[in-house]
């Protein structure tokens, strides 16, 4: 273990990646419980306010982004200073992204179901940064064998080849598969030899002169999402916490105020 720790993280240099996904994902954990928590009236935790005005956690997270970023950058890869910058860039990280719905609408949708995007967002970074530790980037390795330089190699054309199917599923409309595909063998190649979603750009490239394939395209989509719609929004609701309920629209769109 002692080997395998010093020759993949140590020497390589990947010991601040690895603080820095630690760190984000223990980041977001930890928010998303304390918001969970303020949300419920539960705990010593509270909205932080200023003037009357409501301090998101993007906030600090952005400060802490910056100033990890620029430390990890003048800090290079190894020492005590690039693991603390490492250390506080993934703070600010966890911080940013787990606001990432209310930087993309410019709205606090934190509890709404365009919040859920924030989560999404969280799992593809730490999936994608827990890409590059496993070992799929092994440059700054000295002194591999020729079995490590073959198995490294049988890695990346397996990472390689999981790419171009995650590209032609993340075409047909399934980016979920396409991104987890990228990670574990085969997922990727489901999305990419079924039929396209019915608005991915796959569907209006190849199907538009097959009325067949667009409908079997509709009804197929129609039956998964009837399917898979529920365990995945619980899915989600655990993680992230269950969105408010949408508004009534015939209250909203009322102009009468007396009548709400």
Do not use: C
């Amino acid at each position: 273990m002692g080997d395998w720790w010093q020759r993949n993280i140590m020497e390589p240099g990947k010991l601040p990646l690895l603080l820095a996904l630690a760190a984000f994902v223990l980041t977001f954990v930890i928010t998303r419980v304390i918001t969970r928590l303020i949300r419920a009236g539960k705990g010593p935790f509270g909205n932080v306010k200023a003037g009357g005005v409501h301090i998101h956690h993007v906030v600090p997270g952005i400060v802490l982004t910056v100033v990890g970023g620029f430390g990890a950058v003048a800090g290079g890869r190894h020492g005590f200073g690039s693991a603390l910058a490492a250390v506080v860039f993934g703070v600010g990280a966890g911080l940013v992204l787990d606001e990432f719905a209310l930087i993309l609408h410019l709205d606090d949708v934190y509890w709404t179901e365009a919040g859920r995007q924030s989560v999404e967002v969280v799992a593809v970074t730490a999936a994608l940064v827990g890409l590059l530790l496993a070992g799929f980037t092994p440059f700054g390795v000295d002194g591999m064998s020729e079995d490590e330089l073959q198995g490294r190699a049988n890695i990346i054309a397996t990472v390689a080849g999981n790419f171009f199917f995650s590209l032609l599923a993340l075409a047909k409309g399934k980016a979920r598969l396409a991104v987890f595909g990228v990670i574990v063998p085969l997922v990727a190649l489901i999305g990419a030899v079924r039929l396209a979603r019915p608005d991915s750009l796959w569907a209006r490239r190849f199907y538009g002169r097959r009325p067949r394939a667009r409908a079997r395209a509709r009804l197929r989509a129609y039956h998964h999402d009837r399917r898979w719609s529920g365990p995945r929004r619980a899915f989600q609701d655990w993680i992230g916490g269950r969105p408010d309920p949408d508004p009534d629209p015939d209250l909203a769109s009322d102009p009468d105020p007396d009548r709400r």
